[in-house]
C-alpha cells in the first residue's frame, strides 16, 4: 500500500506559478514511479507529468512540456510539480499517483495506479 496526499493547490492568475507537493507514506517511496493528473470537470482524469523510482527520467504531456516540471526527494518520500506560466486551460483537480512501472502511469492504467484525494489548481484570466 502506498498513501498519497497532495497538497499546494489554490487559485492563480494566468501567467503565475505555483508547486504542488504529494508526501507519501506506506510501502518504500523509492521504488515506486511516480506522476501526476489532471482532471477538469467534465473530462477524463490525464496523465500530467510522471518521473522514475531514480528521478533518471521523466515524461510531459504535449500541453505542459515547458511550462511544468516533475521532480521527487526520496528522502522526504515527496514528489513535487513546479507549474509556471499557468493558463486558465490548467484549470483542475490535481491528483498525485504511484505505481512501480513507468508505462502503468504513462499509458493511464487508472485502475492499477494508488492516488491520493487531489488538490485543486484554479486558474484566472
Known amino acids: 500500500q502506498l498513501q498519497l496526499v497532495e497538497s499546494g493547490g489554490g487559485l492563480v492568475q494566468a501567467g503565475g506559478s505555483l508547486r504542488l507537493s504529494c508526501a507519501a507514506s506506506g510501502r518504500a517511496f523509492g521504488s515506486y514511479c511516480m506522476g501526476w493528473f489532471r482532471q477538469a470537470p467534465g473530462k477524463e482524469r490525464d496523465v500530467v507529468a510522471v518521473i522514475t523510482w531514480s528521478g533518471g527520467r521523466t515524461y510531459y504531456t504535449d500541453s505542459v512540456k515547458g511550462r511544468f516540471t516533475i521532480s521527487r526527494d526520496n528522502a522526504k518520500n515527496t514528489v513535487y510539480l513546479q507549474m509556471n506560466s499557468l493558463k486558465p486551460e490548467d484549470t483542475a483537480v490535481y491528483y498525485c499517483?504511484?505505481?512501480?512501472?513507468?508505462?502503468?502511469?504513462?499509458?493511464?492504467?487508472?485502475?492499477?495506479?494508488?492516488w491520493g484525494q487531489g488538490t485543486q489548481v484554479t486558474v484566472s484570466s
Open positions: 499517483a504511484g505505481h512501480s512501472d513507468f508505462q502503468a502511469l504513462v499509458t493511464e492504467q487508472r485502475g492499477r495506479l494508488y
